[in-house]
């Protein structure tokens, strides 16, 4: 896929009302992308898709509502966009994400950084699978963070007794990476020439983190990290390694993009190292598998004939 010219490709962007999700938003539809912005609220994201259209006039782009705490929801929202879709998906990026939460349980009952920032994206791209499967080179681009260094497991559905906020967002997003590598190797074994990359946008002003920690009344924290946050990259800086995640052409299954300045704060993106712990095939299949369970096997395991030889 062209960075340049993504007319007639549709992609989907999970968090898109805001952030680095809108960024990215913006960014594909200026490629001639058409534009479907999944997002909890829908108020959230009607705005959201107004605003990329005040900014690029000649945009496609539509929002469906997309909660990722709630699995039936997730389900209702991939037939959605399914159908906007017209059966034809290019590109899903797998963007949202909660961070610093209180201990707190999605609609299914599991810790809620686990519940949106993995296995919600996990089961909307298994429903999104045959609309992927039904392009030429369908990509999935799963957002992850400089932050998975400090992750260590990512097989707890459910907040241990001794919960840690941040310990919980590392987990998370070590398992965007093990999510990557988990789907890379079920696509491979199926000859399918879906490829699945994932992403990290450096340390970015955005909103991540701060409301939660605010609304805990934890102010002295959300403060400190708004003034940390201050001095980031832009949501519209970091989107760049989003976008060359999806469309650049060389890229394989596996793959991690990130900004290529110091310590991978900020900077153009560029191919990243991801901590061993990342590859750690045991661990990639405990959370497949798991996953699978979780959501109810949205990945099946056989595929139709016709896609195989692709
Ligand atoms: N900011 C950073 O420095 C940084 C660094 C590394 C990685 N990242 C990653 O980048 C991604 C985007 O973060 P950001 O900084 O742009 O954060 P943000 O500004 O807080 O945006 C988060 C997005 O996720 C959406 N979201 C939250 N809960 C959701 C749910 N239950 N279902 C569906 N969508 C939900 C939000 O929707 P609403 O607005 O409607 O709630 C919002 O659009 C995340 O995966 C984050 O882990 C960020």
Redesign the pocket.
Known sequence: MQAECLSGRTVVI??????????TAEHLARQGAYVIL????ST??RA?AARVHSLVRSARVESVV?????LSRVREAAGEITVLAGGRLDLLI??????ALPSTR?ANGYE?HF???HL?HFALTGHLLPALLNTLEPRVVN?????HWLGRRTDRPHAPRRYHRWAA?FD??LA?LHFTHGLATWARDRRLPLRAVAA??????????S?ALHADGRHVEARLLKAM?ER?HS?SD?AWSLVRAATDPHLASGDFVGPGGRGECSGPPVPVRAARRARDVHAIERLWHLSQELAAHPFPSAVPPSRRDT
């Open positions: 999970t968090g898109a009302s805001r952030g680095i999700g809108a960024a999944a997002c909890p609220s959230q994201g959201a997309c909660d990722l705490a709630c797998n963007n949202a994400g909660v961070a999605s809620m519940a949106v920032n919600g957002v992850s963070s400089v932050l967002y998370s997003k965007n990290h946008p450096g340390l970015v002003n955005s909103s991540l983190g409301s946050q980031w949501p970091a």
